[in-house]
């Protein structure tokens, strides 16, 4: 606790190197190299095994938990009680706000079983329940760390800016761009629209939909890259398909060391969002 209230900035900037080598299965940073450790569980899998699981995994003076979430906080906290490491909380997005918007927009009776599922079963990572107490819990870590001014102003700490290698990111070559557009069925003369990420009602993607149908020229596709099959992914894709017709087109998840390309076959990047308060 002394060396976050003393040495704030230093941590900061040591948490900043931690997070910017995180992709590599041994990562160089704070003067020590540590391996990746991977954890086993299966979707409805006992929490308490898993937690205590990742709790003997644990090693080292400092623990960064990713997400108020049982198997990554939860943890970290569970071993904190157990050796009296301090642990630092990284809140990316607002959990609980993201799980109320979810259970709002269903239908009464699903509603109904959801909410008793959460109490049933409040260690489940979608529990609204369990999503609730984690965050309140967050007051039992050392120091919190925070992607942007809306998280900061609810639940205080520093801001990590989150991002990413550019090097990796730079444009393709207009052949690589073209080969990828023709492996995709894209014409390589379309202009192309793409909005790469994980959909949330709060991305502003129906307005994105109805700016394309506002664009001139049947050359322009816009290009959904990441809308999945849960409920907000097949209502985007109704709307979208509706509206665009043949404008539009549609794909799921895809690995992580193919968004480069992807974001190289585009020719606009797109980051809608409803509210600049998130």
Request: proline letters at 5%; hydrophobic letters at 40%; one cysteine or more.
């Amino acid at each position: 606790q002394d060396f976050f209230s003393s040495k704030p900035d230093e941590f900061i900037s040591q948490v900043q190197k931690l997070m910017k080598s995180a992709n590599s299965e041994k990562i160089t940073a704070i003067g020590d190299e540590f391996e990746v450790k991977a954890i086993h569980a299966q979707y409805g899998d006992p929490a308490l095994p898993v937690v205590r699981s990742v709790s003997a995994a644990i090693a080292g003076d400092i623990i960064y938990a990713s997400k108020p979430s049982v198997f990554s906080y939860g943890a970290a906290l569970h071993h904190k009680r157990i050796s009296g490491v301090p642990v630092v909380l990284d809140i990316d997005d607002w959990e609980l706000g993201l799980q109320s918007d979810r259970l709002m927009k269903m239908k009464s009776v699903r509603k109904a079983k959801e909410m008793v599922r959460s109490f049933i079963k409040p260690f489940d990572p979608e529990s609204i329940v369990g999503v609730f107490g984690l965050e309140k819990l967050g007051k039992y870590a050392d120091a919190i760390t925070v992607s942007n001014r809306f998280l900061q102003a609810r639940f205080g700490g520093d801001i990590v800016w989150h991002g990413r290698d550019t090097e990796l990111l730079r444009p393709l070559a207009t052949g690589d761009k073209s080969a990828l557009r023709e492996c995709q069925g894209i014409a390589n003369n379309s202009f192309v629209v793409m909005f790469l990420g994980t959909p949330r009602p709060h991305k502003g993607l129906e307005v994105l939909v109805d700016a394309m149908t506002m664009v001139n020229g049947s050359n322009a596709l816009l290009w959904l890259v990441g809308v999945g099959r849960d409920g907000y992914g097949e209502a985007l894709r109704d709307l979208a398909s509706k509206r665009l017709k043949n404008q539009v087109k549609f794909t799921s998840g895809i690995p992580f060391e193919d968004i480069p390309r992807y974001i190289g076959a585009a020719d606009v990047i797109t980051v809608p969002q409803l509210s600049s308060n998130g």
